[in-house]
T-cell receptor, first 111, second 115 residues
Framework: GENVEQHPSTLSVQEGDSAVIKCTYSDSASNYFPWYKQELGKRPQLIIDIRSNVGEKKDQRIAVTLNKTAKHFSLHITETQPEDSAVYFC??????????FGKGTRLHILP | DGGITQSPKYLFRKEGQNVTLSCEQN?????MYWYRQDPGQGLRLIYY???????QKGDIAEGYSVSREKKESFPLTVTSAQKNPTAFYLC??????????????FGEGSRLTVL
C-alpha cells in the first residue's frame, strides 16, 4: 500500500524567513496530495492541495510543488509569521481510495 | 450549524473493557474515517467507510471495530484486544472517498486513557 515519508520532523525558522517541508510517496498511482495544519489543541484543517495534473499551486504565502517522476511533493511557506507555528501533515491518495498521512512536521516560528 | 461531532472528548477506562467512541456528521458526506494520533506517529488510519453498510480496514485495524448503519454515524469500538489503546482518536468525513473527496473535515477528537 501507499507509504508517505515526511521530513523534517521538527523545523525552526526565524519569523519572516521561509519554511520548506518535504514528502515522498511510494505508490505511483497516487494522484491527490493535500496538506493539513494542526494548531495546538485543535483539529487538522486543509490548507492547500494539489492534483497530479498540476506541478505547482500557490495560495498567498503558501505553495505546493509536485514532482511525479521523483514521487515527491513539498510545502513552501514564505514570510513566516507566529501564527504559522503548528504541526503540518502531508498526505497522498489515489482515485476513490483512502488518504494516507505522513508523520507530521512541527514548525516553530522564532521571534 | 454543519459539522462533525465526536463524543466523549475525554474517556477513561479500565484495562480489558471495550469502549465506543461516537462520531456524527450532518454534512451529508458519503465517506467517513477514523484516525489514531500518537506523538511522532502522525495520523494513522484505523477504518474508513465509503458508503452506508460498508467499511474497509485501514493500516492499524487490529483491536478495533466499526459500523456504518446510518450515513451520518460511524462509531468506533476499541476492544480489549487492542494492545495499546491509550491515544487521541480523530474522526473525519469527506464528500466521497479518495481523490474525488477533496477536503477531509475532522472532528475535535476523543482522548482515550486506559488505566
Amino acid at each position: 500500500g501507499e507509504n508517505v515519508e515526511q521530513h523534517p520532523s521538527t523545523l525552526s525558522v526565524q519569523e519572516g524567513d521561509s519554511a520548506v517541508i518535504k514528502c515522498t510517496y511510494s505508490d505511483s498511482a497516487s494522484n491527490y496530495f493535500p496538506w493539513y495544519k494542526q494548531e495546538l489543541g485543535k483539529r487538522p484543517q486543509l490548507i492547500i492541495d494539489i492534483r497530479s495534473n498540476v506541478g505547482e499551486k500557490k495560495d498567498q504565502r503558501i505553495a505546493v510543488t509536485l514532482n511525479k517522476t521523483a514521487k515527491h511533493f513539498s510545502l513552501h511557506i514564505t514570510e513566516t509569521q507566529p501564527e504559522d507555528s503548528a504541526v503540518y501533515f502531508c498526505a497522498a491518495s489515489k482515485w476513490n481510495d483512502k488518504i494516507i498521512f505522513g508523520k507530521g512536521t512541527r514548525l516553530h516560528i522564532l521571534p | 450549524d454543519g459539522g462533525i461531532t465526536q463524543s466523549p472528548k475525554y474517556l477513561f477506562r479500565k484495562e480489558g473493557q471495550n469502549v465506543t467512541l461516537s462520531c456524527e456528521q450532518n454534512l451529508n458526506h458519503d465517506a467517513m474515517y477514523w484516525y489514531r494520533q500518537d506523538p511522532g506517529q502522525g495520523l494513522r488510519l484505523i477504518y474508513y467507510s465509503q458508503i452506508v453498510n460498508d467499511f474497509q480496514k485501514g493500516d492499524i485495524a487490529e483491536g478495533y471495530s466499526v459500523s456504518r448503519e446510518k450515513k451520518e454515524s460511524f462509531p468506533l469500538t476499541v476492544t480489549s484486544a487492542q494492545k495499546n489503546p491509550t491515544a487521541f482518536y480523530l474522526c473525519a468525513s469527506s464528500i466521497s472517498a479518495g481523490t474525488g473527496a477533496g477536503e477531509l473535515f475532522f472532528g475535535e477528537g476523543s482522548r482515550l486513557t486506559v488505566l
